[in-house]
């Protein structure tokens, strides 16, 4: 389906570019007729003039193929981005390329990720054959194969125990990557073929034999479905959704005692105590202090309170509204890094307006702090009725569950600003 053009893709300035006005987004992402009446209503429109369309997207290159980031990050926050480009501008918002790159030092950067990828992916395939078959596996080991017993051709194994438990824990890991791949975006057309639901638990599969440390965790296929549909290269989709992981993979770092949002979660319950203590005694009153119900907005961002269309709407301002050009080099190295970094007011121009507060007096890691500032919002726009009608968390979670369907992604983003500007006058206050 891949609806970036490569031209678009590689930043091409000689393109003609759409118009940018409304027009029927679902020619984009179309919806099984049969499935119309289940999924969310679309409100995200394109709008002329605020919506970053292909035509402005070219024109801010160099000749050379720099970008001019601040003004894609003010066309972002302003109205989204176009479908027809959605794949090339995300690839910069999520740091899979460096702005002041040149067009040649991407392609050269792009076909390096390519290769590796494809190695990644025979690696793979020689343990697991039914990968890049075309091909998906919902049952483990539909051979009979016992898993105490694989040998891998050509991977040099020794006698390390700690090798066998994580390829059994791949192994294991295959069949619900298939599972989830057949629930994921069923509503779309584009998975009515195979050979995408293929490809989509392809690169869910390689990705949890490349991030051993978290494999694959339910919600992660909710995560990487868009990447599947905007790129037609499937080591693109990849890289992408791999970006994308930098960002959340702490969200699927699950263990015993703890889920992998719960510092989140935390975070939250400190945002609502501090905006409306109200609200958050009630909601202690009532086992809901952990704040355990808001553990799906957070976990895949909304996936399933919006239409897919407004998701990826949703997604983008996010990213653009957080974007930090010195977050993501230092994030390539590791995963928990945080740094100090004195910005320069010309320098302050490429931050996201959100992040822009936090790097003028120097910065923390504050990366997905917007989402947690959303589920605030959604919680302030709920608050009244959580108090007069809440009696029990099943209660709480049926309002907030009434979310579904009827979230507008840019009212809440314009709530999360307003809540996130009074949290910042509270803290000051107090």
């Not at 390096?112 to 890049?132: D, L, N, S």
């Not at 105590?273 to 005694?281: A, F, G, M």
């Not at 961002?301 to 974007?323: G, H, K, N, P």
């Amino acid at each position: 389906m891949g609806n970036s053009s490569s031209c678009a893709s590689n930043g091409c300035v000689n393109c003609v570019g759409r118009n940018s006005g409304s027009e029927d987004l679902e020619s984009y992402f179309p919806v099984r007729p049969e499935c119309q009446d289940d999924v969310p209503k679309t409100r995200f429109k394109t709008r002329a003039g605020k919506t970053l369309s292909q035509r402005r997207w070219n024109d801010a290159f160099s000749l050379d193929g720099q970008l001019d980031i601040a003004a894609v990050l003010r066309r972002i926050q302003r109205g989204g981005i176009h479908p027809s480009i959605k794949g090339a501008v995300w690839q910069f918002l999520l740091g899979c390329f460096d702005p002041s790159s040149t067009f040649e030092e991407r392609s050269e950067l792009k076909q390096q990720r390519r290769e590796k990828y494809a190695a990644w992916k025979a690696e793979c395939k020689k343990i697991e054959p039914t990968i890049g078959s075309g091909r998906l596996m919902t049952a483990i080991s539909e051979n009979g194969q016992n898993l105490e017993n694989i040998t891998v051709p050509g991977v040099s194994q020794g006698n390390n125990d700690s090798f066998d438990k994580t390829l059994i824990q791949w192994k294991l890991s295959l069949s619900q990557i298939g599972l989830d791949v057949h629930r994921t975006d069923r509503s779309l057309v584009f998975y009515e073929n195979e050979a995408n639901l293929a490809k989509l638990w392809d690169i869910l599969a390689i990705y949890a034999w490349v991030d051993k440390d978290i494999s694959y965790v339910q919600g992660m296929s909710d995560i990487c479905s868009p990447m599947v549909i905007l790129f037609e290269d499937e080591a693109d989709a990849f890289w992408c959704f791999e970006h994308a992981m930098r960002r959340l993979r702490e969200n699927f770092k699950c263990t015993v005692n703890s889920v992998g949002v719960q510092s989140q979660l935390n975070t939250l319950s400190q945002i609502v105590k501090t905006i409306d203590p109200k609200l958050h005694r009630h909601l202690e009153e009532l086992d809901g202090g952990d704040y355990l119900f808001a553990f799906r907005m957070l976990m895949v961002l909304f996936r399933r309170e919006l239409s897919f269309v407004d998701s990826l709407y949703l997604w983008e301002v996010m990213w653009a509204m957080e974007y930090n050009p010195h977050i993501y080099s230092s994030y390539v190295e590791s995963h928990h890094k945080n740094e100090n970094v004195k910005v320069s007011n010309k320098e302050l121009k490429q931050y996201g307006k959100f992040e822009r507060k936090y790097a003028k007096t120097g910065w923390t890691d504050h990366r997905n702090a917007l989402a947690i500032f959303l589920v605030a919002a959604v919680l302030e726009t709920k608050q009244k009725r959580l108090i007069k009608e809440a009696r029990g968390l099943d209660d709480v979670v049926n309002i907030m569950g009434e979310v579904t369907g009827n979230l507008d992604a840019k009212k809440a983003l314009d709530g999360a600003l307003k809540v996130h500007e009074k949290y910042l006058n509270k803290v000051k206050n107090q």
